[in-house]
T-cell receptor
Framework: NAGVTQNPKFQVLKTGQSMTLQCAQD?????MYWYRQDPGMGLRLIYY???????DKGEVPNGYNVSRLNKREFSLRLESAAPSQTSVYFC???????????FGPGTRLTVL | GENVEQHPSTLSVQEGDSAVIKCTYS??????FPWYKQELGKRPQLIID?????GEKKDQRIAVTLNKTAKHFSLHITETQPEDSAVYFC???????????FGRGTSLIVHP
């Protein structure tokens, strides 16, 4: 099992560009999450999907959109990137709800 | 919503000493408290968790204690080793909620 995978690992964007961060899990988990991690701020939830077909906002959703493509895949889209979105983005999954979350390796995004 | 405070932000110990990290939470309805370890440049990984119906849980050199009355929980690491050096995050989750709230992290440095 690969667990939770993310693509790309690194990305540099210019202000105003768009991109989609990909996340997939092969553990047959129902719930998936997107977090951003900034120095000294811990992990902040952007969006989550409690189960296939549902998505909900987390703590910091502004500037982002998500798609739960199927049970395995949960993507995060930045429509018009801003320097404030420079961060490390982690995808996570859990069998049901936020108990025992498994994290992906992260995507390091820089917006110039 | 839930608020989680984590202290200290940095903890430096000598190899073989014990380390204690404390988190306080605000929502008395919170019932699940995980701890994650994140090594430099890696993903967070669950190391231990506790539910509100128990007061203490141990796994080899690590233990977590929960005081529901005072609304705090702590991570205890005994006989620390250099490989314990990492950032540790606590989190709290209210029953029925899909949104975990993370503390801001504690950087543990174990000196050989």
């Amino acid at each position: 099992n690969a667990g939770v995978t993310q693509n790309p690992k690194f990305q540099v964007l210019k202000t105003g560009q768009s991109m989609t961060l990909q996340c997939a899990q092969d553990m047959n988990h129902n719930s998936m999450y997107w977090y951003r991690q900034d120095p000294g701020m811990g992990l902040r939830l952007i969006y989550y999907s409690a189960s296939e077909g549902t998505t909900d906002k987390g703590e910091v959703p502004n500037g982002y959109n998500v798609s739960r493509l199927n049970k395995r895949e949960f993507s995060l889209r930045l429509e018009s990137a801003a320097p404030s979105q420079t961060s490390v983005y982690f995808c996570a999954s859990s069998e049901q709800g936020p108990d025992t979350q498994y994290f992906g390796p992260g995507t390091r995004l820089t917006v110039l | 919503g839930e608020n989680v405070e984590q202290h200290p932000s940095t903890l430096s110990v000598q190899e073989g000493d014990s380390a204690v990290i404390k988190c306080t939470y605000s929502d008395s309805a919170s019932n699940y408290f995980p701890w994650y370890k994140q090594e430099l440049g890696k993903r967070p990984q669950l190391i231990i968790d506790i539910r509100s119906n128990v007061g203490e849980k141990k796994d080899q050199r690590i233990a977590v204690t929960l005081n529901k009355t005072a609304k705090h929980f702590s991570l205890h690491i005994t006989e620390t080793q250099p490989e314990d050096s990492a950032v540790y995050f606590c989190a709290a989750r209210t029953g029925g909620s899909y949104i975990p709230t993370f503390g801001r992290g504690t950087s543990l440095i174990v000196h050989p």
